[in-house]
């Protein structure tokens, strides 16, 4: 009897990569379900890319969202439902669910990766009666130091960093999009959910330079529940103060995804590069059943 094998995916080009690996080398030894949870908040470009990752490569992808019970207490967690492409909600829907009952997510209080991926994606999991089954998570060997320290016992595998399946750093991801007729159609510095508070000051600042606009939602979710006290990102900084900042001179981030050679560590430390664990998306591996 084949082993069982969630394949969580992100969204992102190393997940992607990852996805593929996992289904052409491991099929034999696993049966593989590939998850991807929609947060609402994740850009069109990757919802995009999701679905021509499907279409050109058939995956097979089960595409979750988080649906909220508002009222609190036992018995009234999160839940899931499944939608496609063309029914992913794109207004933040999940997100502003999640918000309502939960307050504003911060470093602090990181639910938002909770309720929105882990949660649904591990409930679909129980729902089709699967039981001591292995999760793959797309991080890199560069990324070493973001891996589970309970991973054994957690079942989870990183394939990008096993020595006995595909070690893979950032260039290696980028020099496999280099060779393929499609790719994601994001800027490396952009990321999947649009203006992410774990995203490093930096590339936050870019983006609103770049998309103003694009903190509009983040805005109406502080100014509806946040009861003028609580923000998204850290200091405790509302998207208004970024948005402010963001038109005074500073570095602008790079972007690396279409980089071959790597670059100088040390050419980005500065208070602007700080970030504290995500670069392209959150994993969803906070539990296992």
């Given at each position: 009897m084949k082993q069982k094998l969630l394949v969580s995916f992100s969204g992102g080009q190393t997940s992607a990569y990852m996805t593929k690996w996992c289904i052409d080398n491991l099929s034999e030894k696993y049966d593989?379900?590939?998850?991807?949870?929609?947060?609402?908040?994740?850009?069109e470009e990757t919802l995009q890319f999701v679905n021509e990752c499907d279409s050109l490569w058939n995956f097979n992808t089960?595409?979750?969202?988080?649906?909220?019970?508002?009222?609190?207490?036992?018995g009234h967690g999160t839940t899931f439902k499944i939608v496609t492409f063309e029914t992913a909600s794109r207004q933040g829907e999940p997100f502003e669910a999640v918000i309502a009952k939960y307050g504003i997510p911060n470093s602090s209080f990181p639910h938002c990766t909770r309720e929105l991926k882990t949660v649904p994606i591990h409930k679909y999991i129980k729902s089709i009666k699967w039981k001591g089954y292995y999760t793959a998570i797309g991080i890199r060997k560069?990324?070493?130091d973001r891996i589970d320290r309970n991973y054994k016992k957690r079942k989870f595998v990183y394939p990008?960093?096993?020595?006995?399946?595909?070690?893979?750093?950032?260039?290696?991801?980028?020099?496999?999009?280099?060779m393929q007729n499609f790719r994601l159609e994001l800027k490396g510095y952009e990321g999947n959910c649009d203006l992410c508070h774990k995203k490093s000051d930096r590339?936050?600042?870019?983006?609103?330079?770049?998309?103003?606009?694009?903190?509009?939602?983040?805005?109406?979710m502080q100014q509806k529940y946040g009861k003028g006290?609580?923000?998204?990102?850290?200091?405790?900084?509302?998207?208004?103060?970024?948005l402010k900042q963001s038109k005074t001179p500073f570095k602008k981030a790079k972007d690396d995804s279409r980089d071959t050679v790597k670059f100088k560590q040390e050419d980005l430390w500065d208070d602007l590069d700080l970030t504290y664990g995500c670069e392209e998306s959150c994993e969803p591996f906070a539990i296992s059943y």
């Open positions: 593989i379900v590939v998850v991807f949870a929609n947060t609402g908040k994740e850009r089960v595409w979750v969202e988080a649906v909220v019970d508002p009222k609190k207490g036992y560069d990324e070493i990008f960093i096993a020595l006995n399946m595909k070690p893979s750093d950032k260039i290696d991801v980028n020099i496999f999009w280099l590339k936050i600042l870019t983006i609103l330079l770049e998309h103003p606009d694009s903190a509009n939602w983040w805005d109406e006290q609580y923000y998204f990102y850290r200091k405790n900084r509302s998207i208004m103060e970024l």
